[in-house]
């Protein structure tokens, strides 16, 4: 069951919530602010199966000027609802069970918005966001449960779709018809999302996962080749954020592992900057921001142990830590709900 107890729409910058982390560089922040002191739950929707593991996506997928949900399921859909009231505007049957986070965003410039899959069929999907349809579909050779991240990552003026499974690939695909440009072997399964920024500053695109052979990948958005690597003591299901998190003017890529660790990474080189010891295994996502209007960044993250830690973003030393009553695995956001002109951290329990 899928719940609303929000009464703003929670997304991105722009209020809009398009995919895994918000934004292609997975800050897991909303900058539009809520009112909400007393939450009251709006609306339910029972799916047919549990929900896991993933962020719902938020966006007016169907051009009728209202805000749609997107979300999948283990019963194998992937659910539209409508943002009034959560009643069913169309829904999509794959052959497996879905924990891929959906992605919404105009993948074959017609200007009409399209909403990407994974699921456990090994298959990627792309639907049209008005009625659900398939536009096409991409076989990979294992489960996909990575969420897409749908960017021009190659600078060709169009767009791709780059995702992971549990093949151990991580593919980028045409956004018009799901050919594949090209593909990046780890030595793992891969359920890490990508995120897609200019990690080193030299003005392209570079993406960024995880893998279950304990590495942190930077590969070059144009072919996939590898820029760096970094090894980490365990498997990394976490999903990268990418930001200035010290405030020296260079993006940094900060990441969990099983290890019970959070690094952070030069953007430029993958080189450690700091690390954090969270006490357990860390399979929840950061978001970043400035969480206490102190001017200066910090990094909330959830962990096994049931705790959620922020860290100062210089040096990575805590600031402060919640205990939830369950594992914090699943990756949370920072918003300001009430409106008070400060940060609250969302935390799926």
Not at 334 to 349: A, C, M, S, T
Request: charged share 20%.
């Amino acid at each position: 069951m899928i719940g609303c107890i929000l009464t703003m729409c929670v997304g991105a910058v722009t209020g809009n919530w398009p995919m895994w982390g918000g934004d292609l560089a997975h800050q897991s922040v909303q900058l539009l602010k809520g009112a909400i002191t007393s939450p009251v739950i709006k609306w339910r929707f029972a799916t047919g199966a549990d929900v896991e593991w993933q962020f719902s996506a938020i966006a007016d997928c169907d051009g009728d000027g209202r805000i749609e949900v997107l979300v999948g399921s283990c019963d194998y859909k992937l659910y539209c609802l409508r943002g009034s009231d959560g009643s069913q505007k169309w829904a999509f049957t794959t052959g497996g069970e879905v924990h891929s986070s959906p992605a919404i965003a105009d993948c074959d410039g017609d200007g009409k918005l399209e909403v990407v899959i994974g699921s456990y069929d090994h298959n990627v999907y792309c639907l049209r966001g008005s009625d659900g349809a398939q536009k096409w579909a991409f076989a990979t050779g294992g489960w996909v449960d990575s969420s897409p991240a749908v960017a021009d990552v190659d600078g060709d003026g169009k767009m791709e779709v780059v995702i992971g499974s549990h093949d151990n690939n991580l593919y980028c695909l045409r956004g018009s018809d799901g050919g594949q440009k090209w593909a990046f072997t780890t030595g793992g399964v891969v359920t890490s999302s990508p995120a897609v920024a200019d990690c080193d500053g030299d003005g392209k695109l570079e993406v960024v996962i995880g893998s279950y052979d304990h590495n942190v990948y930077c590969l070059r958005g144009s072919d996939g080749s590898q820029k760096w690597a970094f090894t980490a003591g365990s498997v990394v299901y976490s999903s990268a954020a990418v930001a200035d998190v010290d405030g020296d003017g260079k993006m940094e890529v900060v990441i969990g592992s099983h290890d019970n660790n959070v690094y952070c990474l030069r953007g430029s080189d993958g080189g450690q900057k700091w690390a954090f010891t969270t006490g357990g295994a860390v399979t929840s996502s950061p978001a970043v921001a400035d969480c206490d209007g102190d001017g200066k960044m910090e990094v909330v993250i959830g962990s096994s142990g049931s705790k959620v830690s922020c860290l100062r973003g210089s040096d990575g030393t805590q600031k402060w830590a919640f205990r939830t009553p369950d594992n914090a695995h699943t990756p949370g956001a920072l918003v300001d709900i009430d409106g008070d002109g400060r940060f609250e951290y969302l935390v799926p329990q």
